[in-house]
Every structure is written in C-alpha cells, then in structure tokens.
C-alpha cells in the first residue's frame, strides 16, 4: 500500500479534554455569576489598539510550542484578549487557564469564553489579612498542580507585581521541568532599548505634570488648585497614582529574580512599537482615577467619590496633556522587552 499523502492522513483527531479529571473549567465563585462590568470591557477594547501588535511575538511562540493536549496558563490574562488571538490561530486541542487578580477582568474573560472547552478560569483573591493575592498553585488545584503546565505567559502585566520573587517561585510550583515563561512588558528599564523610545508608563508622570501646569493657568479649573497646594494630599494621590502605573524596575532585577526562582534566561529581545496618541488617551481616561486622582479626589483620601464634573475634567485634561506632550505627533515609540525563560 502506498504511504498516506497529506491530503489522505486522518484529521488530526480532537482528543478529549486536557483538563485532568475533578478540575472546574469555571469555578462556582461570586464572580462568575456578577454582571459583566463597564471598566472590564473598556479594557478588552483596548486590544484593538495598534500597539495591542506588542502580543505578535509571544503568540508566534506559542503558536509554535503549544502542541495537542498542552496546556497553558495565561497568567494575568486580563480579560483575555491573548487567549481570544491564540484561539483564532489553534484549531486542536489545548487548555489555556486564564488567571487573574481582577474579577471583574476575568468576568469579561468568561463572558468571553465560557463556550469553549478550552479555556478555563482561575481569580487570584486578595487576602487581606494576609495583604497579599493568592498565588496561583493556591486556586488551581491539586489534580491541576500534579499535572504541570507547559507554558505561561504574562503580557503586559510583571512590572505590576509588587511581589515579583514570591510570583516567580508559585509559578515554579505550577510548571513542568522544562515549561516555558514567556514574558512581555513595555516597562523596564531596559538598557538596550532604542533611543527616542518611551518607557510606556512614564507618559503619565509627564501628563500629570502638564496637567498640573495646565489646573494652575486655566480658571476653568480654578476649583482643583487647592489640592495641589496640599502637599500630604498630593502625596496621597502620588502613591494612587504609582499603585497603577509602579514605578520602573531595572531589566536586570527581573533577569536576576527568575534565576533565583529556579528559571533560566534563555533570551531577551526588544522591539519597538508605536501607540497612537488618541489609543494610549482612551487607556488612560479608562483609568482616570490612577492618572489624575487629585482631579476631583477619590472615595478613599477624600471620603466621597469625584463628582461626574470631575471626572469628565479629568479626561479633558489627560486628552490635553497629551496632546502637548506629543505636539502634532499621531504616535510616540515605546520599547517592549521580551523574556523567554525555561523552568
Ligand atoms: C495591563 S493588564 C494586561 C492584561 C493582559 N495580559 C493583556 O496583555 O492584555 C494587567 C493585568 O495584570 C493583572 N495584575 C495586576 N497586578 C497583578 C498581580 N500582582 N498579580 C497578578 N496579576 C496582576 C491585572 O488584573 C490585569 O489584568
């Protein structure tokens, strides 16, 4: 008989699930029963965003290693825009667990995904006596943890975590000897990063300086001078500020901290993309309260939450700064560094 062609081997066959048995796809937990939330899917329209193209080479390395019946974690999966890109370039079988800090991200996630077997949840819940998020080998389950993951990704989010060494070590807990990390993020300092190109998130220390600038002059804004004339409460705001855009760490202490969790560094790349003014503007107004918390104050320095006044105000004038930031600019550069390690 003569050897199969291509065209007459059998299609590749969907196996069951690679889920071990006795683990929940979607856990039966407060969150997945909420309303899907307004700031959740502002964030995942955020992937339409040009410089959303950061995700291409981490979704050409999975691509390329996430073989049938492997599975990956997506580890501060957001509301799951990199799952939604590996979904429409694999057609077999493969698990990719969405975890995330946020639940009303992961809600959209679910909201998302819930129909396909191949996608599972995991919330990462603050503990707050603890002060600290569960880790992840804490919420995914023994079956889970004796399994081991092949691959896990973290886009767009390692500069956030304010734990980096304990993180590192709860993946090792969770991946197979010889797993992949996969890691991207537009805010190290990386010392090779192209000349001209922003560290992403220092755009909004600047903003908030025009801003400040632009509350002095105006009279329109006359009634937001007295904050800042209030330097503890313009501290406390800063430290708002830097809980969501934390100041930048070296590359070097990201390197250092996946070799003392057991990883090696296989390579680091950067490249360099540009963001759209107007785009990295909707991001910012999404997060408005981060960028320009003293704009109006907030719930928790203030006692009352902004007044919709305010908060249009503060998206007038993060529109603004940015315009002046970036004069007759459609776009800026920024560096987005790559890391791939193995376990
Ligand atoms: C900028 S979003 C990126 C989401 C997604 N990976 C992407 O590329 O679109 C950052 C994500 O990190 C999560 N996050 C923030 N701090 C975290 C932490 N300490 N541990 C785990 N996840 C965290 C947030 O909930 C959010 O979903």
């Known amino acids: 008989?003569?050897?199969?062609?291509?065209?007459?081997?059998?299609?590749?066959?969907?196996?069951?699930?690679?889920?071990?048995?006795?683990?929940?796809?979607?856990?039966?937990?407060?969150?997945?029963?909420?309303?899907?939330?307004?700031?959740?899917?502002?964030?995942?329209?955020?992937?339409?965003?040009?410089?959303?193209?950061?995700?291409?080479?981490?979704?050409?390395?999975?691509?390329?290693?996430?073989?049938?019946?492997?599975?990956?974690?997506?580890?501060?999966?957001?509301?799951?825009?990199?799952?939604?890109?590996?979904?429409?370039?694999?057609?077999?079988?493969?698990?990719?667990?969405?975890?995330?800090?946020?639940?009303?991200?992961?809600?959209v996630a679910l909201e998302n995904f819930k129909d396909d077997e191949r996608v599972a949840f995991r919330l990462l819940p603050y503990l707050k006596d603890q002060k600290r998020l569960r880790t992840v080998d804490e919420v995914i389950g023994q079956p889970m943890i004796d399994r081991g993951a092949d691959i896990l990704t973290a886009t767009n989010a390692i500069h956030l975590y304010y734990d980096l060494p304990e993180t590192l070590e709860s993946w090792a807990r969770v991946l197979k000897p010889g797993a992949l990390a996969l890691i991207?993020?537009?805010?190290?300092?990386?010392?090779?990063?192209?000349?001209?190109?922003?560290?992403?998130?220092?755009?909004?220390?600047?903003?908030?300086?025009?801003?400040?600038?632009?509350?002095?002059?105006?009279?329109?804004?006359a009634q937001y001078r007295e904050a800042l004339d209030d330097a503890d409460r313009m501290a406390a705001y800063t430290q708002v500020r830097e809980k969501v855009f934390v100041p930048v760490r070296d590359l070097a202490y990201y390197t250092d901290s996946f070799a003392d969790a057991g990883f090696s560094v296989l390579h680091v790349t950067e490249a360099t993309i540009f963001a759209r003014v107007d785009e990295w503007s909707d991001l910012l107004c999404t997060y408005h309260e981060g960028v320009l918390s003293w704009v109006g104050g907030t719930e928790r320095i203030d006692g009352r939450p902004p007044s919709v006044r305010a908060m249009l105000d503060r998206k007038f004038l993060i529109r603004a700064s940015l315009e002046r930031l970036f004069p007759g600019q459609d776009a800026f550069p920024a560096t987005w560094t790559y890391l791939t390690c193995r376990h």
């Open 1 to 107: 008989m003569a050897a199969p062609t291509i065209s007459t081997l059998p299609a590749r066959s969907v196996t069951a699930s690679v889920w071990p048995e006795d683990f929940e796809q979607i856990p039966d937990e407060a969150w997945t029963h909420a309303p899907v939330d307004e700031f959740g899917l502002n964030y995942d329209a955020v992937g339409n965003h040009g410089w959303y193209k950061n995700l291409e080479p981490t979704i050409a390395q999975v691509v390329a290693a996430l073989d049938v019946g492997k599975v990956l974690i997506d580890y501060s999966s957001g509301t799951g825009i990199l799952t939604k890109r590996l979904l429409e370039k694999i057609d077999h079988e493969v698990g990719i667990l969405n975890v995330d800090a946020s639940p009303k991200f992961l809600r």
């Open 184 to 221: 991207c993020s537009a805010n190290m300092r990386n010392p090779n990063r192209h000349k001209g190109d922003w560290i992403i998130d220092e755009t909004v220390a600047a903003v908030n300086e025009i801003a400040v600038d632009l509350v002095r002059r105006e009279p329109a804004f």
